[in-house]
């Protein structure tokens, strides 16, 4: 039997192979967790990512927004604005709304109210670049906002894309906190598009764009960390709550894809170096200490000993292990050529024996025969005497 594994019950390449196992499987273990690991901390430095650059992007788009609020705060605590919607200066939308202030404030639209919802004046509100906005269906809403804050924001969705509207009650300019009652109020509508999106853009940001809630579908939510690519997705509500559109970006966080590629390198390094390590390891216990125990196991049981003559040169503990047992075949040997030459001694000896024994036998009977001749002769003897 060569078999280079025979793994009996608590014997002593079990127990080493068992170890070394044991190892192995500790130490796969470790890179399992160690991989573990590391796809948690890409994931929460993903997410971390993905929460700061979504926080940049509604900042930009605030900031890009910024000029509309202030215009619907600064003309809303106006004398003229307040008298003009009281009818003492007819005038005031031809001369104040106009496209320039439209292009000074960065802003697409301007509308001013009466209380009563009916609409004083306008100017790019509809048909043309921003889209149709049906203000009627939305005025108790507007009235509702009105009532917990006198300046206001919500969206509209437009065929042109989504509007943001600012809102304030217009006051005279003493009244800087909108307490007084007010006869109406002002609406400025900043038009948010791909075209006002695509400014965003750079090496980074590759990708940002307004989406209806069907569209959204074809798009991906989340990205792998792998791809190092944060899909950032910004939900618009309109004024009661309803979901009219997302703001849709792709950001590439070249940081997160470094550190992945870094990881799963590391992780192939790790994974090759071990397994490397172990065929080695498991190559040099085979070598140096399985084998040796099978040519010293299998000596033993056949009683051979040529399986110890390569062991023998080696100088190491089953080299030695290896003499040890060879000269235990040289004694046993000799103790037995030793016990053969006894053997045939006792048997000569044996013979020898009964050799003398059948003379002894053949002497004594002739000794007894001749002391009974000499009885006889004894007894003739005295016989012829009478007779004489």
Request: aromatic share 10%.
């Amino acid at each position: 039997m060569n078999n280079i594994f025979r793994l009996r019950r608590n014997s002593l390449q079990l127990k080493i192979l068992s170890i070394f196992f044991v190892g192995f499987i500790v130490l796969s273990s470790g890179l399992t967790y160690l991989s573990i690991t590391n796809n948690r901390r890409l994931n929460v430095l993903y997410n971390d990512r993905l929460n700061e650059k979504t926080a940049t992007l509604k900042k930009l788009i605030r900031t890009d927004s910024k000029l509309s609020e202030a215009l619907a705060s600064d003309y809303s605590v106006w004398d003229d604005s307040y008298n003009y919607l009281n009818g003492k200066y007819p005038n005031y939308a031809k001369i104040n709304l106009t496209q320039n202030v439209l292009d000074t404030f960065n802003s697409d639209a301007m509308w001013m109210f009466y209380n009563d919802g009916r609409l004083a004046s306008k100017i790019n509100s509809a048909e043309d670049s921003t889209g149709v906005i049906d203000f009627s269906s939305l005025q108790n809403s507007i009235k509702q906002k009105f009532l917990l804050n006198p300046e206001i924001s919500f969206y509209v969705s437009t065929k042109a894309g989504v509007m943001q509207i600012y809102g304030s009650t217009v006051v005279p300019s003493d009244d800087g906190l909108h307490v007084k009652n007010s006869p109406g109020y002002l609406l400025v509508g900043k038009l948010i598009n791909d075209n006002m999106l695509s400014r965003f853009k750079d090496n980074e940001m590759h990708l940002v764009k307004l989406l209806t809630p069907t569209q959204i579908k074809g798009y991906p939510l989340t990205l792998p960390v792998s791809e190092g690519t944060l899909a950032i997705n910004i939900a618009i509500d309109g004024i009661n709550g309803e979901r009219i559109g997302y703001i849709y970006a792709n950001y590439y966080a070249s940081t997160i894809q470094k550190l992945h590629d870094s990881d799963v390198f590391l992780l192939y390094i790790n994974s090759a170096t071990f397994l490397s390590l172990f065929i080695v390891i498991l190559y040099f216990i085979i070598v140096l200490i399985i084998r040796p125990l099978n040519s010293i196991e299998n000596s033993l049981e056949t009683n051979d000993k040529k399986n110890l003559e390569q062991l023998m040169k080696k100088n190491t503990e089953f080299g030695y292990i290896a003499n040890l047992v060879y000269k235990t075949f040289e004694q046993e040997l000799n103790l037995k050529n030793e016990i053969e030459e006894k053997k045939k001694l006792f048997d000569k000896l044996s013979a020898s024996k009964t050799e003398i024994e059948s003379t002894n036998k053949v002497m004594i009977g002739r000794e007894i025969k001749m002391i009974d001749l000499k009885k006889e002769i004894e007894v003739l003897k005295a016989q012829l005497k009478e007779k004489s």
